[in-house]
Structure formats: structure tokens, C-alpha cells
């Protein structure tokens, strides 16, 4: 039975006082976290070294903070409009500046990307895990406390709750925590501002031994803004959109090439010549073989993250396809046995696959009412079927009553179908404020349920298995990637050296589905180059140090310059469909090098077709479609203002250049040249409105000359 906590810190004197000795704290990933609770529990453990505390989580956020004098004044009037009240974590701010207590130590399984390279504790304590393993891993870390923020609705006795955004591992954890005896406290901590998800994520309160209700517990979500869409993004989402089957299945995620995709589909399901003209001016081998059509069927989104992109694709009607946890009702309207609309076929087809069976039992009138396949009121009476004042032999076999009882006791439409199904959410602001409005029918197709559904095929329930499976038809798994070698191996978690740059996550497990299920295929993103202090690098490479997706689960690559369809292939063709995506300024190297370790015949020359990858001449080729509208730099809103964007543009010429010092010199000359002025306004908002010094001087015109 839960205790309910209208205090916080009561609730940790619960804590402290139910588990004696050490604490190991488990918590969800990104917005799950009660934070409120999280750090008053720390600032207790802190002052008491006595007692240790091992913090178990992933994805950790933080407000943003700038690096330097400019970022730290343009940031601060941003952060506050956008990031309202939420509450940093004090953990966080205090692994970042190294100064955690030595007994304390916080162990994350997946990192906010590249904020603790060269972090010692952070890499130190980095657990490198499956997501379908995350709750596994947590217990054998120890736990004893697990805590979470919760949506609620109601008060007192009639309260519900529901996990919201994150009912992807707790379930799991709790399962397995009590299943071998240990002990476990469960705190639940109402935040009334996350999203009420029903479904798989709605819970009683006593699925909790706390409930803390305390008004402090509520506070703003963590919402980052959505990240501009590049040329190469969009290059990238258009080719990754074009393998989409209608009537499949789809995997996304979080940041700006998720919201690519998502847009290349909205642009191909409503503009469909201008989407084919597009994809002609970028694809050097033509368009055989690709999905060009408009969405008939739909989609349905299955996705360990629920992100603004689905959001989007719901919105426009592209995400629609409801799946049923059924295999049966599944599978026959997979093969269109029968549809949405209810029938005499749907019984017959039913009937067929032994489902249910003539007469009808009391099992199957409830299982087909709970589809609904029949109106809630009819019965079974004797050798009979009644509703109402209609009474018809209980036999499905004779046709003539077949058709009877499709006339007076069938429903209209099968009922609980899902069109997305996800384990996590993240998104901007309006997002979390779509779904705490959207109308309860329509949530109800949304079902926030735990990641070893999502993740993985297997199960221990044969039907669960089949289930997943019926469901998942044309499934396409689009991950992202960092790195990938000549030999279709990928690296998207570390780099060479080890150093962590986020984590495994679910990838792994999108690929082990994409080759398990028979007509599924993973598309790999990445991006043809990245530039760094080092300079300009091509992310297509001979070998790397460090592989998170080995080279025999190669599938599709994705490049701004093209797909790589690499499932089936011999190495050499392996290397040449690579280097055919990659950047031109990289395709020499790569051709010496896979020649000089015998991968490339001797007498190979790349085609002429694939020499022109370059970002100009990409640049050339979308800057039509990105004036006409189809594909905008924020195809979902920004919560920057206009004024904002010049100057973050500005803000990332002058970050590139201080890295490259060739650029940084011919960009001094010319701003002290042409002595531009910046706005005032834009000045004030930097700290730059007077001038103290040269710096100052020197740093105006550049800013000047970058807008």
C-alpha cells in the first residue's frame, strides 16, 4: 500500500531511515528524473560521509551553459524564457566540475553527446550496455531506491498515475529487483507538468511504496529547442525517406536528422513530383528500387524514442497504422484478411485461424468484445447469441446467420489499436504541451510501454514474441551513426581512444531486429565528414579503434551523397558502394588505402558520377527547395526569435574559426577592413554595448562582420 508524501524532504527522511547503510539510487533517463527529490536525497548523502551513494541513470541534463564571456550573456535571457524552472541536477553540476565527494559516484549508461570527453569520473564510471540490458545491469549495480517523476491526475484515493515518459525500464527493474529478494524502496514523485500517457504507462499508486505529492516536486520539463536542419541533414533524410515502405514500420530519433526524415516524408506523402524531382538531382545511380509514394496505408511508429518528428508524422496523417496486440487479428490484417471496418469477414477470418470457434464460448464473446469485434451487450443464452431483443443461433459455420449477426451485433471499428508505440520521450516545449492537451482518443493511440517490448523480438511469452513480430512489418530502423569503415562496420558511441561520446543505447538492438525480421532493414546516417580542431575529416574511414556495430551486421548507409545498400555484399563491392558516398575529397585516400590492404583491385577507377560530392554542389542542388518552403532550416518551429538566429549563426562562424587558424586570420583582416557595426541591441545582448579594450573592439567587428 503507498505511502503518500505531501514533503519531499519527508519523503527522503523515509529514505534515509527505511534503508540503512549505502544507497544506490536508480533513475530514469532524460526526463524521468525527479529532480527536486534527486537533489535534496544528494545534498543529505553529501554531507554525511558516513554513507555512501551510487547514483545508477543515463542522459543526465543540464540547462545550457556557455563557454565563453559571449555564449554565457547571449545564453542567459534564452535559458530562462525556454527552461523556465526546471531544477539542474546537483549532481551534475558537480561531476562536470569534478568536485563530486569521494563517496559518491554517479554511473550513466548513456551520456548527453560529447559533454564528458575527457572527464575522468565520467569515463571511469560509464557502464557500456544494451538498452534491453539496462535493467539487468541496474540491479546487479546493488539498487535499493529507485525514484521517478510521474504525471498524476485526480487526488487522494482517486488518484492515478501514470510514468509518463518513462515506463521503459522500471517495470523491468522492479520485476527483477523482487523476483531475487532484494530489498527496494519505490519513490513516485508527481511533477503535474509531465504528459498523462495512458496505456502501457498508466500505473495504481501502490505500484509505488511512496508517493510524494509535494508542490515542489512540479516544475518545467527540459526542452531543448530544435537544432537547425542542414543542407547535408536534409540531403541525408531525403535519400534515409525514400526507403520507407508505406504500410511499414518506423524507427527515428532525437535532433536534426530525425526532424529531416521526418519533413522528407511529409514533403514525399504531399508534394510528390517536387519529392521525386528532388531525389533526381540527388542521386547519381537514379531511383530504382526506391519507395516514392504517398502514405495509403500509413505507418506505424515503434520507436524506443518518442520524439517532435513522430509527432509530426501524426499530425500530418502519415503515422496512422494501428497495430493490434493480437497475432491472429494481426496477421490477417497484415495479409488484408480483413480490415479496420468491422465485418462477417472478420468473424469468418477468426473462425478460420482457430481464434475463436463455433458456438462461440464466453472467453471468445469477451475476447471479441474487447476487439471490438461485438457490441458490448451481447450474451450468450443457451444454444444462443442475444442483444437487446435479438436473439440468433450461437453458430459462426451456417453463412445465412453469419450474415445475421453481422447485421445486428457487430461493431464498427476494432478497437485498442496503437499507431506508436515508444519507451521514452524528449522534445521541445511545445511538444510536452501537445500531448498534455491532445484529445484523450487521440492519445489513446499512443502507448509509452517498457523497452524489452520495444527493443528486443524474443520474449518469455510466445504470443508477445508473435505479436512483435506481426506488428513489425517493413520495418525500417533509421539510427545515426559517427563513423563507419570501408568494411561497413560503425562506430556511434566512442571514439578511438575510448573516450565515451554518449553510448550504445538501443542501436544494437535495432540492428540484431533489423536482420532477425524477414523483411526489415537498418539505415545507418551519416554524415559524409565532421570538422574539429584537428580540421576536416571524412567520417567514411580505412579502420577505426573502436566499433560499436561490427562489419558482418552491415546493412544500409546513408550518406549525404547517397545509399549504400551494403546486406549481401562482397567486401570489394562493400568498399566501392562506400567510397561512391563519401566525400570527393576523401575518395582518393580511400581508394589507395582499401587497394593497399587488398581490398580494391589494382586497376579500379571510380566512377565520374560519384566525383562531384561536394557540399557546394549540394548546396546548389537543394537551395531551390529550401527558397520554395518544402524544406525550411526549422521545419518544426524554433523557440529562438529571429533576432536570436543571427546572432547564433554568427556566434557558430566565429566557434569554427577559432579552431581553424588560417580562417580565423583572413576573417580579422577583413572585419577590421570593412569596420561593419553590429545592432545595438544584438551589442547589449552580448555584454559588447562598450568597449574596454582592444579585444572588445576586435571581437564587435567580427561579430559584425558575421551577421
Same mark, same amino acid.
Given at each position: 500500500?503507498?505511502?503518500?508524501?505531501?514533503?519531499?524532504?519527508?519523503?527522503?527522511?523515509?529514505?534515509?531511515?527505511?534503508?540503512?547503510?549505502?544507497?544506490?539510487?536508480?533513475?530514469?533517463?532524460?526526463?524521468?528524473?525527479?529532480?527536486?527529490?534527486?537533489n535534496?536525497?544528494?545534498?543529505?548523502?553529501?554531507?554525511?560521509?558516513?554513507?555512501?551513494?551510487?547514483?545508477?541513470?543515463?542522459?543526465?541534463?543540464?540547462?545550457?551553459?556557455g563557454?565563453?564571456?559571449?555564449?554565457?550573456?547571449?545564453?542567459?535571457?534564452?535559458?530562462?524564457?525556454?527552461?523556465?524552472?526546471?531544477?539542474d541536477?546537483?549532481?551534475?553540476k558537480?561531476?562536470?566540475?569534478?568536485?563530486?565527494?569521494p563517496?559518491?559516484?554517479?554511473?550513466?549508461?548513456?551520456?548527453?553527446?560529447?559533454?564528458?570527453?575527457?572527464?575522468?569520473?565520467?569515463?571511469?564510471?560509464?557502464?557500456?550496455?544494451?538498452?534491453?540490458?539496462?535493467?539487468?545491469?541496474?540491479?546487479?549495480?546493488?539498487?535499493?531506491?529507485?525514484?521517478?517523476?510521474?504525471?498524476?491526475?485526480?487526488?487522494?484515493?482517486?488518484?492515478?498515475?501514470?510514468?509518463?515518459?518513462?515506463?521503459?525500464?522500471?517495470?523491468?527493474?522492479?520485476?527483477?529487483l523482487r523476483?531475487?529478494?532484494?530489498?527496494l524502496?519505490?519513490?513516485?514523485?508527481?511533477?503535474?507538468?509531465?504528459?498523462f500517457?495512458?496505456?502501457?504507462?498508466?500505473?495504481?499508486?501502490?505500484?509505488?511504496?511512496?508517493?510524494?505529492?509535494?508542490?515542489?516536486?512540479?516544475?518545467?520539463?527540459?526542452?531543448?529547442?530544435?537544432?537547425?536542419?542542414?543542407?547535408?541533414?536534409?540531403?541525408?533524410?531525403?535519400?534515409?525517406s525514400?526507403?520507407?515502405?508505406?504500410?511499414?514500420?518506423?524507427?527515428?530519433?532525437?535532433?536534426?536528422?530525425?526532424?529531416?526524415?521526418?519533413?522528407?516524408l511529409?514533403?514525399?506523402?504531399?508534394?510528390?513530383?517536387?519529392?521525386?524531382?528532388?531525389?533526381?538531382?540527388?542521386?547519381?545511380?537514379?531511383?530504382?528500387?526506391?519507395?516514392?509514394?504517398?502514405?495509403?496505408?500509413?505507418?506505424?511508429?515503434?520507436?524506443?524514442?518518442?520524439?517532435?518528428?513522430?509527432?509530426k508524422?501524426?499530425?500530418?496523417?502519415?503515422?496512422?497504422?494501428?497495430?493490434?496486440?493480437?497475432?491472429?487479428?494481426?496477421?490477417?490484417?497484415?495479409?488484408?484478411?480483413?480490415?479496420?471496418?468491422?465485418?462477417?469477414?472478420?468473424?469468418?477470418a477468426?473462425?478460420?485461424?482457430?481464434?475463436? =470457434?463455433? /458456438?462461440?464460448?464466453?472467453? !471468445?464473446? @469477451?475476447? +471479441?468484445?474487447?476487439? %471490438?469485434?461485438?457490441?458490448? #451487450?451481447? *450474451?450468450?443464452?443457451?444454444?444462443?447469441?442475444?442483444?437487446?431483443?435479438? =436473439?440468433? /443461433?450461437?453458430d459462426?459455420? !451456417?453463412? @445465412?446467420? +453469419?450474415?445475421?449477426? %453481422?447485421?445486428?451485433?457487430? #461493431?464498427? *471499428?476494432?478497437?485498442?489499436?496503437?499507431?506508436?508505440?515508444?519507451?521514452?520521450?524528449?522534445?521541445?516545449?511545445?511538444?510536452?504541451?501537445?500531448?498534455?492537451?491532445?484529445?484523450?482518443?487521440?492519445?489513446?493511440?499512443?502507448?509509452?510501454?517498457?523497452?524489452?517490448?520495444?527493443?528486443?523480438?524474443?520474449?518469455?511469452?510466445?504470443?508477445e514474441?508473435?505479436?512483435?513480430?506481426?506488428?513489425?512489418?517493413?520495418?525500417?530502423?533509421?539510427?545515426?551513426?559517427?563513423?563507419?569503415?570501408l568494411?561497413?562496420?560503425?562506430?556511434?558511441?566512442?571514439?578511438?581512444?575510448?573516450?565515451?561520446?554518449?553510448?550504445?543505447?538501443?542501436?544494437?538492438?535495432?540492428?540484431?531486429?533489423?536482420?532477425?525480421?524477414?523483411?526489415?532493414?537498418?539505415v545507418?546516417?551519416?554524415?559524409?565528414?565532421?570538422?574539429?580542431?584537428d580540421?576536416?575529416?571524412?567520417?567514411?574511414?580505412?579502420?577505426?579503434?573502436?566499433?560499436?556495430?561490427p562489419?558482418?551486421?552491415?546493412?544500409?548507409?546513408?550518406?549525404?551523397?547517397?545509399?549504400?545498400?551494403?546486406?549481401?555484399?562482397?567486401?570489394?563491392?562493400?568498399?566501392?558502394?562506400?567510397?561512391?558516398?563519401?566525400?570527393?575529397?576523401?575518395?582518393?585516400?580511400?581508394?589507395?588505402?582499401?587497394?593497399?590492404?587488398?581490398k580494391?583491385?589494382?586497376?579500379?577507377?571510380?566512377?565520374?558520377?560519384?566525383?562531384?560530392?561536394?557540399p557546394?554542389?549540394?548546396?546548389?542542388?537543394?537551395?531551390?527547395?529550401?527558397?520554395?518552403?518544402?524544406?525550411?532550416?526549422?521545419?518544426?518551429?524554433?523557440?529562438?526569435?529571429?533576432?536570436?538566429?543571427?546572432?547564433?549563426?554568427?556566434?557558430?562562424k566565429?566557434?569554427?574559426?577559432?579552431?581553424?587558424?588560417?580562417e580565423?586570420?583572413?576573417?580579422?583582416i577583413?572585419?577590421?577592413?570593412?569596420?561593419?557595426?553590429?545592432p545595438?541591441?544584438?551589442?547589449?545582448?552580448?555584454?559588447?554595448?562598450?568597449?574596454?579594450?582592444?579585444?572588445?573592439?576586435?571581437?564587435?567587428r567580427?561579430?559584425?562582420?558575421?551577421?
Open positions: 500500500m503507498a505511502q503518500f508524501v505531501d514533503s519531499i524532504e519527508a519523503a527522503v527522511d523515509r529514505v534515509l531511515d527505511t534503508v540503512q547503510g549505502d544507497i544506490v539510487l536508480g533513475i530514469p533517463l532524460a526526463i524521468g528524473k525527479p529532480n527536486p527529490f534527486v535534496a536525497l544528494y545534498k543529505r548523502m553529501k554531507a554525511n560521509p558516513a554513507r555512501r551513494l551510487r547514483i545508477v541513470t543515463a542522459l543526465s541534463l543540464e540547462r545550457p551553459v563557454k565563453s564571456d559571449l555564449e554565457q550573456h547571449f545564453l542567459g535571457p534564452l535559458v530562462e524564457r525556454v527552461f523556465e524552472d526546471y531544477p541536477l546537483l549532481y551534475v558537480d561531476l562536470r566540475a569534478g568536485t563530486l565527494p563517496h559518491i559516484e554517479v554511473r550513466e549508461f548513456f551520456m548527453k553527446t560529447g559533454d564528458y570527453l575527457g572527464n575522468p569520473a565520467a569515463q571511469q564510471n560509464y557502464i557500456s550496455t544494451n538498452y534491453t540490458f539496462v535493467a539487468r545491469d541496474m540491479a546487479v549495480q546493488g539498487m535499493n531506491v529507485i525514484a521517478q517523476a510521474v504525471a498524476a491526475k485526480g487526488e487522494g484515493e482517486a488518484m492515478r498515475l501514470s510514468l509518463s515518459s518513462n515506463p521503459d525500464v522500471v517495470f523491468e527493474v522492479v520485476e527483477k523476483a531475487a529478494g532484494q530489498p524502496i519505490t519513490v513516485g514523485v508527481v511533477n503535474r507538468k509531465m504528459p500517457m495512458p496505456n502501457g504507462a498508466e500505473v495504481a499508486p501502490d505500484f509505488f511504496d511512496l508517493v510524494v505529492t509535494d508542490p515542489a516536486g512540479t516544475h518545467a520539463l527540459f526542452g531543448p529547442p530544435n537544432n537547425k536542419v542542414s543542407s547535408a541533414d536534409y540531403a541525408i533524410g531525403l535519400h534515409a525514400s526507403l520507407v515502405a508505406d504500410g511499414g514500420t518506423l524507427q527515428i530519433g532525437i535532433g536534426s536528422l530525425g526532424d529531416a526524415i521526418a519533413q522528407a511529409i514533403v514525399r506523402d504531399r508534394h510528390g513530383e517536387e519529392y521525386r524531382r528532388i531525389l533526381e538531382s540527388l542521386s547519381a545511380d537514379g531511383l530504382a528500387g526506391r519507395e516514392l509514394g504517398r502514405f495509403d496505408q500509413g505507418l506505424y511508429g515503434c520507436s524506443e524514442m518518442f520524439v517532435n518528428g513522430f509527432l508524422l501524426i499530425e500530418a496523417g502519415i503515422v496512422r497504422r494501428e497495430v493490434f496486440a493480437d497475432a491472429t487479428l494481426q496477421r490477417a490484417l497484415n495479409e488484408g484478411e480483413i480490415e479496420l471496418a468491422v465485418t462477417p469477414r472478420t468473424l469468418a477468426l473462425l478460420r485461424h482457430g481464434r475463436i =470457434r463455433s /458456438p462461440l464460448s464466453a472467453a !471468445d464473446v @469477451a475476447y +471479441l468484445q474487447h476487439w %471490438g469485434v461485438l457490441r458490448e #451487450g451481447v *450474451r450468450i443464452s443457451g444454444a444462443h447469441l442475444v442483444l437487446d431483443g435479438t =436473439r440468433l /443461433p450461437n459462426l459455420v !451456417d453463412e @445465412a446467420n +453469419l450474415a445475421r449477426i %453481422g447485421e445486428t451485433m457487430l #461493431g464498427g *471499428r476494432l478497437a485498442h489499436g496503437i499507431f506508436m508505440t515508444g519507451g521514452f520521450f524528449l522534445g521541445p516545449r511545445d511538444f510536452y504541451e501537445r500531448l498534455r492537451t491532445m484529445p484523450p482518443q487521440e492519445l489513446a493511440k499512443i502507448d509509452m510501454t517498457r523497452i524489452d517490448f520495444i527493443n528486443q523480438l524474443y520474449a518469455d511469452d510466445d504470443d514474441a508473435a505479436v512483435k513480430r506481426a506488428q513489425r512489418r517493413k520495418a525500417r530502423f533509421v539510427n545515426t551513426t559517427m563513423i563507419v569503415t568494411l561497413g562496420a560503425a562506430c556511434s558511441d566512442a571514439l578511438e581512444s575510448g573516450q565515451v561520446v554518449s553510448g550504445v543505447g538501443g542501436q544494437y538492438n535495432f540492428v540484431a531486429m533489423a536482420h532477425a525480421l524477414p523483411d526489415a532493414r537498418l545507418m546516417m551519416l554524415r559524409a565528414t565532421h570538422d574539429n580542431k580540421g576536416l575529416k571524412s567520417s567514411i574511414v580505412w579502420n577505426y579503434g573502436h566499433v560499436t556495430i562489419r558482418h551486421l552491415r546493412d544500409i548507409v546513408v550518406t549525404e551523397y547517397g545509399v549504400a545498400d551494403l546486406r549481401g555484399q562482397a567486401d570489394a563491392e562493400v568498399v566501392k558502394r562506400l567510397i561512391a558516398v563519401a566525400d570527393s575529397r576523401f575518395q582518393d585516400e580511400l581508394i589507395r588505402q582499401a587497394k593497399a590492404h587488398g580494391l583491385e589494382a586497376g579500379y577507377e571510380l566512377p565520374e558520377r560519384y566525383r562531384h560530392n561536394l557546394d554542389a549540394l548546396e546548389a542542388r537543394l537551395h531551390p527547395w529550401m527558397a520554395a518552403g518544402l524544406l525550411p532550416d526549422f521545419p518544426f518551429g524554433t523557440d529562438l526569435t529571429d533576432d536570436e538566429l543571427h546572432i547564433v549563426r554568427a556566434l557558430k566565429l566557434k569554427h574559426a577559432t579552431h581553424h587558424p588560417g580565423l586570420l583572413t576573417m580579422a577583413k572585419s577590421l577592413w570593412e569596420s561593419k557595426e553590429a545595438l541591441p544584438y551589442l547589449e545582448r552580448l555584454g559588447l554595448a562598450e568597449t574596454h579594450s582592444f579585444r572588445d573592439v576586435f571581437v564587435r567580427l561579430l559584425a562582420n558575421n551577421l
